[in-house]
């Protein structure tokens, strides 16, 4: 049973415009989140994060809102670039994990922002 | 600071071979993590190295193994290849502390992308 939901495999969004990718988890054990962004032929590459004593975090053009109650977190980014094109990956995590060890990844949605 | 870098980058081998993939973590990183990513199931976590000691493991069958050596260098491989096994295999590192933060400090090499014919 998959734990992180990415149910939007792809998105396609006009430059400029808001990007919104959701993702959904099912564990409450889980109260850490991250989002990766993936470009082809390279590793993920850490973008935000968020535990879960917060609803909001934001850095720069990206802000991470999570609604523990829906069990839901959000991507927002804005406005968005051409160079934003990649799969992006929500994980999750319980805080008092080990890097790298407790992290459930979502199967990725593939945004592409046109010019 | 130089990146995690992984070895080889392209493996093509056959069904019932066995393979090894190489991971050199970011210079002061103790942690290193395996993943595999496929299509399918986007990335699973295989096990993780802390100090050379496997500190946690996910739910992978006993044909994958690990090690990691004294200077944080780690190894995964596969023995009795099967086609689905073919996948893009991520390394990550970290300095290895605890905590939710612990997660950030977590970076990723390029993946070594298996084939299985």
């Known amino acids: 049973d998959q734990q992180v939901k990415q149910n939007s495999p792809s998105l396609s969004v006009q430059e400029g415009r808001i990007s919104i990718l959701n993702c959904d988890y099912t564990n409450s054990m889980f109260d850490y989140f991250l989002w990766y962004k993936k470009y082809p032929a390279e590793g993920p590459t850490f973008l935000i994060s968020i535990s879960s004593i917060k609803d909001k975090n934001e850095d720069g053009r990206f802000t991470v809102f999570l609604n523990k109650s829906a069990k839901h977190l959000s991507l927002h980014i804005v406005p968005s670039q051409p160079g934003d094109s990649a799969v992006y990956f929500c994980a999750a995590g319980p805080t008092l994990g080990q890097a790298g060890t407790a992290l459930i990844f979502g199967k990725g949605t593939t945004l592409s922002v046109s010019s | 600071k130089a990146g995690v870098t992984q070895t080889p980058r392209y493996l093509i081998k056959t069904r019932g071979q066995q393979v090894t993939l190489s991971c050199s973590p970011i210079s002061g990183h103790r942690s290193v993590s395996w993943y595999q990513q496929t299509p399918g199931q986007g990335l699973q976590f295989l096990f993780e190295y802390f100090s050379e000691t496997q500190r946690n493991k996910g739910n992978f069958p006993g044909r994958f193994s690990g090690r990691q050596f004294s200077n944080s260098r780690s190894e995964m491989n596969v023995s009795t290849l099967e086609l689905g096994d073919s996948a893009l295999y991520l390394c990550?590192?970290?300095?290895?502390?605890?905590?939710?933060?612990?997660?950030?400090?977590?970076?990723f090499g390029p993946g070594t992308r298996l084939t299985v014919l």
């Open positions: 990550a590192s970290s300095p290895g502390g605890l905590g939710g933060s612990a997660y950030n400090e977590q970076f």
